[in-house]
């Protein structure tokens, strides 16, 4: 099978997934107990006022009814409006998607830049004393919470010495570079070290297997050994990896987001959930769904182009 | 005149607080806010960051003092409520603007009155109930009430009442009033307060520029606001918020919480504020026969609910919850920064004798089980409940916890399926019925959610609601307050001053007790 079918074989089996989180979010956000208009006048309303909201919004209809009108929605590029915003979803949604990819793609960036030539440095140096301290650096990296790593950096970095604004995003791309690197770093602080060790332990069973031994005992340099044979078949796990790692990231820096005062999509999530925004709330898992898709459907690819084998799965 | 006299005569003993300096004007201010605002318009503000926006964007006919009890002049320069309470009349003062430099007319306030009393667009419809109609002839303008109101004049200086442009919203884009609303914040900002709209991207910036056609002076004698602009950033992490002043990378934070309160008073920099608010903690006792799965209810009995009163140490809460800024309630049933609070010192205060006699005289038995609903992830809950558990303990209650987030709270309320839940409260309007009616009115809410259903105090408080004498209306008050303490279907707790930290160079901040914040009078001292 060529790449490009592949490719829409692949394409064609995220149809029945949207379906399927389409339904489930659906009943999941009304299986929630409160409601909207809870949620909005939860300390003020009369009784007769909650109906009211209710009724302005719809609540009041039955639920397949309230199903159809998403279904018919979603087909027509329309997620309705944010009852907590009181503006479109797909604006809302639109504005804050950009910090959350800038982020996750930076801290990614951040955690290939330090992971991947150490998971070779302690891969190669299987055992030795080289090897343990980077693992023991990355074991507390990855048993530290997030928010504390981030309150620590904003602590000394940015309040005490000044080299980085305390949180927020900036308006420009240099801007956003410059406030999202302490953010960037505390997420890749915890990325790096899954990526680190799941890349060490696939670069030592590579050097073991035989083609390498093979290549080895060909005379090549080692320098073509590494990068030609090793590199490229350690990395179709860690690819794995990395793509889940992206789909979590995108939707789940939450409290990186909150720390550093980023305006993305996990706040955004957050926020919906609490004011029970029914069609936000939908429209963000949607719009994680689609992304979701994309980053494995990429990341099927990229394996895919490594691996020739898998092509014809 | 008068009035306008007497507004004068206010204002100059607001600022006599300030130390003598000359005020200096011009500059922005950078404010760290806990959230951001949604949508700023009289009417559709529902949550707090917008509400307590709304008068820097939008002016009121009258307005409150800094106190918020005390009504004055505002786009009005007076007011006239007729003999028989059946309508009032007011005077517009000449030459006031809307931010695009168009006059604010009697037409202006018909459009804006008629909208907020619309139960089909605003949810504060209801506090406008008694208005039947709305006409202008000029500068005076006439409100017809369909019944006496007693709360009308405080209602012109509410935030929901504010005036908005009738051109305006002819001329906006959109199709519905909300639709206008929005595009009217977004495209094209019109507004009658000190400052107006400049830009806001949602979730991180908001920005406010001065409005040049303001009316009311300054100190100077110059038209307010001091200030150029005001720069919002939206900093939800408290710990980010405060590290982010201390950095002087914004000039104020609001939201700080009490356990940092000590530390920043200490800071040279930092002007630490404690403002007096309306904001209440208290406990609603579901005071219902039986509970929502159908088991006997221990807490319907008045002398259970006044036995955990008596063994709750409001002193210890304070000291534990708020680091002792801020106090045990003296009014069950409001703030006593609100008008007409009873205030004879804390009630219910610590008796563990008292609480062990109430408790025997009710039977109830060594050992009973009952549970409080708190927040999930809230560190005030937490503080709360171990100290409850360990309190009434004494008397033998045997307290567990349910945990749960604010919408399912709310539900548990509405339906009645808690025991004791933790709450809050502050007034968005300074007359006490709004704060009366939802806490001991049981048609409203059934009081609270509590299921108390007193046939005095419904009756008073209706009564109180056309009483147009001050001095019965205070007297109503009064036995109101009486009956629902005695009554006690609220675990009653504390109230809590706004905490904001600003960098000592600001001057003139001030945040209502009502929570709005007040930026006109505010400048910079450089």
Redesign the interface.
């Known amino acids: 099978m060529s790449t490009i079918s592949y490719f829409f074989s692949r394409l064609l089996q995220i149809i029945p997934t949207f379906l399927i989180v389409m339904v489930i979010i659906f009943l999941l956000v009304r299986a ?4 909207p208009a ?10 007769e ?2 109906e ?2 209710r009724q302005r919004l719809g609540l009041d209809q039955p639920l397949w009814m309230q199903f159809g009108i998403f279904v018919k929605n979603v087909f027509t590029g329309n997620l309705g409006d944010s009852i ?4 479109p979803v797909t604006q ?1 949604i639109l ?2 998607l950009p910090a959350s990819g800038f982020l996750t793609l930076y801290a990614v960036l951040f955690s290939l830049l330090i992971a991947g030539p150490l998971a070779f440095v302690a891969a190669l140096n299987r055992n030795t004393w080289l090897d343990t301290s980077i693992r023991t650096a990355f074991q507390v990296g990855l048993s530290t919470p997030v928010f504390y790593i981030g ?1 620590l950096l ?2 000394f970095l ?2 005490q010495l ?1 080299w980085f ?5 900036g308006t420009t791309f240099l801007e956003h570079m410059y406030h999202l690197l302490l953010p960037a770093l505390t997420v890749a602080l915890y990325t790096s070290a899954i990526i680190m060790r799941n890349l060490r332990s696939s670069v030592i069973e590579v050097v073991d297997a035989e083609y390498v031994q093979f290549a080895r005992a060909k005379g090549l340099p080692e320098r073509i050994i590494l990068g030609r044979h090793v590199l490229r078949n350690a990395l179709i796990s860690t690819v794995t990896l990395l793509g889940l790692s992206i789909g979590n990231l995108m939707s789940g820096t939450l409290v990186t987001e ?4 980023v ?1 993305g999509v996990g ?2 999530m957050l926020d919906a ?4 925004d029914y069609p936000l709330i939908q429209g963000l898992t949607l719009t994680f769904a689609v992304l979701v898709s994309i980053i494995f459907l990429l990341t099927d690819l990229i394996q895919a182009w490594l691996d020739p084998r898998l092509r014809v799965a | 005149m008068k009035k306008l006299l007497m507004a004068t005569v206010a204002a100059a003993a607001m600022f006599s607080a300030v130390p003598s300096m000359a005020i200096e004007r011009g500059g922005s201010l950078t404010f760290a806010r806990y959230d951001d605002s949604t949508l700023i318009d009289p009417i559709y503000a529902d949550r707090n960051p917008d509400i307590w926006m709304v008068t820097n964007l939008y002016d009121t006919l009258l307005r409150t003092e800094a106190d918020g009890k005390t009504v004055t002049s505002g786009l009005a320069e007076s007011y006239d409520v007729a003999e028989d309470g059946q309508s009032v009349t007011l005077t517009l003062r000449d030459g006031i603007k809307f931010s695009d430099g168009t006059p604010i007319e009697g037409k202006d306030v018909v459009f804006s009155l008629t909208r907020a009393s619309d139960a089909d667009l605003s949810p504060w419809a209801g506090l406008l109930s008694s208005i039947d109609e709305v006409t202008a002839d000029g500068n005076q303008v006439t409100i017809k009430l369909n019944r006496p109101d007693p709360t009308i004049v405080l209602m012109l200086a509410t935030f929901n009442t504010a005036i908005v442009s009738a051109d305006a919203f002819e001329a906006a884009n959109g199709e519905t009033d909300q639709e206008k609303a929005q595009s009217i914040a977004i495209d094209g900002f019109v507004g009658s307060g000190p400052f107006m709209m400049k830009s806001h991207q949602r979730g991180t910036l908001m920005q406010f520029g001065a409005n040049p056609h303001y009316w009311r002076e300054g100190e100077d004698g110059e038209p307010l606001p001091y200030m150029d602009g005001i720069n919002f950033l939206v900093i939800p992490d408290d710990a980010t918020r405060i590290l982010k002043l201390q950095a002087g990378e914004v000039d104020g934070a609001e939201f700080i919480p009490f356990a940092r309160v000590g530390e920043l008073e200490a800071d040279q920099n930092i002007n630490m504020e404690l403002f007096p608010s309306t904001r209440i903690i208290y406990s609603p006792i579901n005071t219902r026969e039986t509970r929502a799965d159908g088991s006997a209810n221990p807490l319907a009995d008045m002398k259970l609910r006044q036995a955990l009163n008596y063994a709750t140490d409001k002193n210890a809460l304070v000291q534990l919850v708020l680091q002792g800024a801020g106090k045990p309630v003296s009014s069950g049933l409001m703030a006593s920064t609100t008008q007409l609070a009873t205030d004879n010192g804390p009630i219910y205060q610590y008796d563990l004798d008292k609480a062990k006699a109430l408790i025997a005289e009710a039977g109830v038995p060594d050992g009973t089980e009952l549970t409080l609903t708190i927040l999930a992830g809230s560190a005030d809950d937490a503080i709360i409940l171990s100290a409850l558990q360990q309190m009434w303990s004494q008397i033998g209650i045997d307290l567990n916890v349910e945990q749960v987030d604010g919408p399912t709270r709310g539900a548990k309320n509405r339906s009645g399926e808690f025991d004791i839940h933790t709450y809050g409260w502050v007034n968005d309007v300074n007359d006490p019925a709004q704060v009366a009616g939802w806490l001991g009115y049981y048609p409203t809410a059934k009081a609270v959610g509590t299921g108390w259903n007193n046939e005095e105090f419904n009756s008073l408080y209706e009564a109180s609601n056309v009483e147009m004498d001050p001095a019965k209306r205070a007297e109503q008050y009064a036995r109101m307050q009486d009956i629902y303490n005695e009554a006690a279907p609220l675990l009653f707790m504390y109230e809590t001053p706004f905490a904001v930290a600003l960098s000592s160079d600001v001057q003139g901040y001030v945040q209502t007790p009502l929570g709005n914040n007040e930026f006109a009078s505010t400048w910079i001292d450089r």
């Open positions: 929630l107990p409160g409601d809870i949620a909005m006048a939860d300390a003020k309303a009369t009784t006022q909650l009211q909201i907590l915003m009181k503006a809302v504005e804050r309150l904003l602590t940015a309040a000044r604004p305390v949180g927020g995003y909150t720390v550093f005062a305006p706040r955004l959930i609490f004011a029970r």
